[in-house]
């Protein structure tokens, strides 16, 4: 009886500091979910109204009879990337930004805990994956891959290069906007980084790793 009661007592004990355990991991998931949630819903949000902007108003430029051949043909380049920006946070948004199951979800028991714990910190490190792969070198070059051909589109099929050249540094600002933006979580590892500049004779870029 007296073994019994002493077993007894361990289990209760041992499903207490489980309890305890898990209530403290999804306490720590709650505390850094909030810090980033509200960044990550403004960068998701703002940047997906940007680009829905920006491909309606391109939308009413071709549909205008006033508009010129030249801007409409900048407006079917600006349909392409701003039409690209979009699909990048369609597809691929910030998990952070999307916190209705989790907050939803219950936590009654030492099993929900458990659960919600384990949901929080998928939550948060997908969103630091694609934080990070955003920030990679592979997007930094698919960003000025994207922004070199939209330009060289306007120089060589349009015939002007001078209005290309203006139209690729506009739009490596906003693309260097986009990736800059790009919330911050923890410690995240040590990313790419593309300088560029103008020079007298061309245009020069740094790639820093």
């Not at 998931?29 to 491909?55: C, I, M, P, R």
């Not at 955003?134 to 209005?163: C, H, N």
Request: aromatic share 10%.
């Amino acid at each position: 009886m007296t073994n019994f009661c002493i077993r007894s007592v361990c289990c209760i004990f041992c499903l207490g500091i489980g309890a305890t355990a898990f209530g403290n991991e999804l306490d720590r998931n709650k505390h850094e979910l909030d810090e980033v949630a509200t960044q990550a819903s403004y960068w998701q949000y703002g940047w997906t109204s940007f680009f829905l902007g920006s491909l309606t108003l391109q939308a009413r430029t071709l549909a205008s009879d006033s508009t010129s051949k030249q801007q409409k043909f900048d407006a079917k380049v600006s349909v392409v990337t701003s039409g690209s920006g979009l699909l990048s946070t369609l597809i691929n948004p910030l998990p952070a930004a999307f916190l209705r199951e989790f907050h939803s979800s219950p936590e009654a028991t030492t099993a929900e805990q458990e659960a919600k714990a384990a949901m929080g910190q998928r939550i948060l490190d997908d969103t630091r994956l694609e934080i990070v792969r955003r920030r990679s070198t592979g997007f930094q070059i698919f960003v000025l891959t994207e922004q070199f051909l939209a330009s060289a589109a306007i120089a060589w099929l349009d015939k002007r290069p001078q209005d290309a050249g203006r139209r690729f540094l506009l739009g490596m600002a906003v693309s260097e906007l986009f990736i800059f933006t790009t919330p911050r979580i923890g410690s995240s590892p040590e990313t790419t980084q593309v300088t560029w500049q103008i020079l007298p004779n061309g245009i020069s870029f740094d790639l820093k790793f």
